[in-house]
């Protein structure tokens, strides 16, 4: 009878050996059996260390999830988590790792763009799927069939926030200020410019930094002296926050706007009350009434101390359960076949809205604009805007109720030119949370 066991044993051990090897002579993958290993790789310990805590938290809450529901197909999740400090070099070394040493089945990251750009070459040479959460660059699902993110891409961000100027705001003229070594930020100033410009507006000043420098003060003196309506920060919370802060020391009243690179809680920290009268785009608001986004909420502050997830924990949230769904269709964890199922992910209900991943291996999604309230350090909720030729009734999210208060600028400060816009009167009613539109990038600020 022992021997009988012994036996069997070897043989099933002869089979699972079997199955690491791929037919096509490609790197082997992880057998059939046994945890299913999924590489998530961020940063951990650099300048945008937020990024990757809030990245690792959600992954892990929703990893949790499958497995206590029973895992994958009998499968249990396991998750090789990898920190790249934030820098592009490690971020390829990384996913280099956890491709053809590890063998991981799948990669969730990376948050930045420039990061996801340098590793993804990585995973799509290895023929392993890799999913960004975050990374809204439009390069990045471009390195190849393998790469897929589950937010929406920075050609709509960056037009969401020219409309917010031109149509809300009123804003006639706007100063750039990005971040030169950043994908991310080179992207949105160009499609900020481009959108901005189709509505009459015009960019009057244009300021770069990097994220060694020091202090921004001689790039907003230059800006102050152009005294635009607004003022485009298109960077991370790191800089952001000091940007801020420096702006109202030089006497600078002309709103901050800028996108999801803002979201962390350190950008409180270091902007503080220099924050009031800025506006973001967003990929979703704590403050969203559906009841998906609150059960989401709650079960995170229990599980993370309280704190409050940010868009990137959403996000990550919904990739890891995203891929879950994909495993789980596929049957397999054969790179192919998994590429296969997720590039079939249709009207996935996530956190952060329904998720249909399209040709290009992007998810269509509607943005948030959030209102900064240093009172309280709150992202206020005022206004969905849709992409193109989606209906109104796509969205998950509703308005807030009550929380959509009409979006006021910084009075101009005393003797600058009358140009700086007033709010219409018409923004001030609640109905800004379902604008369709028709616009090329798909954001209009009033219906
Ligand atoms: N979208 C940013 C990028 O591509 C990363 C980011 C996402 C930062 C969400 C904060 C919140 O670089």
Known sequence: MKRILLTFALTATLVA?????????????ASDTGAIKVGVYGDLSGQTSSFGQSTKNGVQMAA???????????????????DDQGQPAQAATVATKLVNQDKVVALLGEV?????????PKAQEGKVPMITPSSTNPKVTQVGDYIFRVCFIDSFQGAVMAKFAANTLKAKTAALLGDVN??????????????????????????????TDPDFKGQLTSIRAANPDVIFVPGYYGQVGVIAKQAKELGIN?????????????????????????????HYSIDDPSPAIQKFVADYKARYNNTAPDAIAALAYDA???????????????????????????????????ITINADRDAVKPAVVLKLEPTGRKFIYTETIQPEGAAATTTTSGAPAGS?????????????SGTTASPAAGNANAN????TNANAAGARATP
């Open 17 to 29: 050996n079997f199955a690491c090897v791929r037919k096509d002579g490609g790197p082997t993958v």
């Open 64 to 82: 949790d999830e499958i497995n206590k529901a029973g895992g994958i197909n009998g499968r249990q999740i396991q998750l090789l988590i990898e």
């Open 112 to 120: 930045a763009s420039t990061n996801s750009l340098a590793a993804a």
């Open 182 to 211: 950043s994908d991310y930020s080179k992207g949105m100033s160009q499609y900020f410019e481009e959108q901005f410009n189709k509505l009459g507006g015009k960019i009057i000043m244009r300021q770069s930094y990097t994220q």
């Open 254 to 282: 002309a709103p901050l706007l800028g996108g999801d690179g803002w979201d962390a809680p350190q950008l409180w920290e270091l902007g503080g009350e220099a924050l009031r009268g800025a506006y973001m785009a967003n």
């Open 320 to 354: 890891m359960k995203i891929l879950a769904d994909a495993l789980k269709r596929a049957g397999t964890t054969d790179g192919p076949k998994l590429r296969d199922a997720i590039a079939q992910t249709a009207d996935f209900p996530g956190v952060t809205g329904r």
């Open 404 to 416: 959509a208060s009409p979006p006021t600028v910084a009075s101009p400060a005393a003797g600058a």
């Open 432 to 435: 800004t949370n379902t604008n």
